[in-house]
């Protein structure tokens, strides 16, 4: 069972108004030892305050849905920074690392790198990147793969773009596109239709029932399929301005496994500090 912080938010609150302060240090130290008493500092991964609290949007829908194209009008209109997992995963390949042959092997049979080398990639480009408001494109792929990424980062998306599209309509869109990907031929892409079905439809399930996901019909020129965007995005604009600061997304980033509360010590303190000052 997973929750997060913010759903203790108001019992937080309301305690923590209700400490009488005698001075800001000592009632920094109570909070402090509020959360000190259930938490579990994790041995990475994580963002201390000293580090952004990222806006998070992941993007998903199979093969060809249009995803890369519509993040790069989000990125370009809205000031997202756009991670396409699968861009990361290929520069990797470039790079002629190690793990690059074992990506390589991957995407030629359309099956999912290891999560921890994907998570690690999108990890250290949002730690690199001077933004923090981002577009994980592609990614997760599986159950596995948002289980490691909210256990590794510590947050969960701020919401969820779902490119809705036929089939048909995306094996003919894969089948045209060339860009000389390896992936892009029909007996790989028949494996990523199984595997996008199987592994990564359950994923979306599992953010609409938390009502984070906001579909979209990718069947329609570009120009249309963002004007279902635009809106959306535009709802989040305030939120995401106001987030690299406000106590709610030093909350909303911090990801609570009942048992094993984790969380950035550090955060707690710029959390208290917010209060204070
Ligand atoms: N709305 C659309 N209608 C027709 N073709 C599209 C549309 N959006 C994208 N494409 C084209 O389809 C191919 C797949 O798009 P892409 O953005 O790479 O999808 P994804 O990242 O989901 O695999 C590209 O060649 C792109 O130019
Ligand atoms: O999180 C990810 C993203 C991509 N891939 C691999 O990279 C391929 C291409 O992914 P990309 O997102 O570029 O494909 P798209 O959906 O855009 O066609 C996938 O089929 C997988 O083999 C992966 O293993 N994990
Ligand atoms: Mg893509």
């Not at 920094?28 to 990222?54: D, H, M, N, Q, W």
């Not at 869109?173 to 990523?192: A, H, P």
């Not at 990564?200 to 249309?224: F, M």
């Amino acid at each position: 069972m997973r929750r997060q912080l913010a759903s203790y938010s108001s019992v937080l609150f309301s305690t923590f108004r209700s400490y009488v302060v005698p001075n800001q240090a000592a009632y920094t130290l109570k909070f402090v030892e509020l959360f000190a008493t259930e938490i579990e500092i994790p041995a990475k991964g994580g963002f201390s305050s000293r580090e952004k609290v990222p806006f998070i949007s992941f993007v998903l829908g199979g093969p060809g849905s249009g995803k890369g194209t519509q993040c790069a009008k989000i990125a370009h209109t809205f000031g997202f920074t756009h991670l396409s997992a699968g861009d990361l995963l290929r520069t990797e390949i470039s790079s002629n690392s190690e793990k690059g042959a074992v990506i390589l092997e991957t995407i030629k049979q359309g099956k999912i790198v290891p999560s921890e080398v994907t998570v690690d990639l999108i990890r250290r480009a949002i730690e690199s990147s001077k933004n923090h408001k981002f577009l994980i494109d592609g990614f997760p792929r599986s159950e596995e793969n948002r289980i490691a990424f909210e256990k590794i980062m510590g947050a969960e998306p701020n919401f969820v773009l779902y490119f809705d599209c036929p089939e048909e309509e995306m094996v003919k869109r894969v089948l045209c596109r060339n860009e000389g990907r390896v992936d892009d031929n029909i007996d790989t892409l028949k494996k990523r239709l199984k595997i996008y079905e199987s592994l990564n439809l359950p994923v979306i399930n599992y953010y609409l029932a938390k009502g984070k996901v906001h579909k979209i019909n990718a069947v329609g020129p570009e120009e249309e399929i963002f004007e279902q965007v635009r809106p959306i995005i535009s709802s989040y604009e305030g939120a995401c301005r106001d987030f690299k600061f406000s106590p709610v997304s030093i909350l909303n980033s911090l990801s609570l496994s009942a048992g094993s509360v984790q969380m950035n010590m550090t955060r707690v303190m710029e959390f208290g500090r917010l209060f204070l000052l």
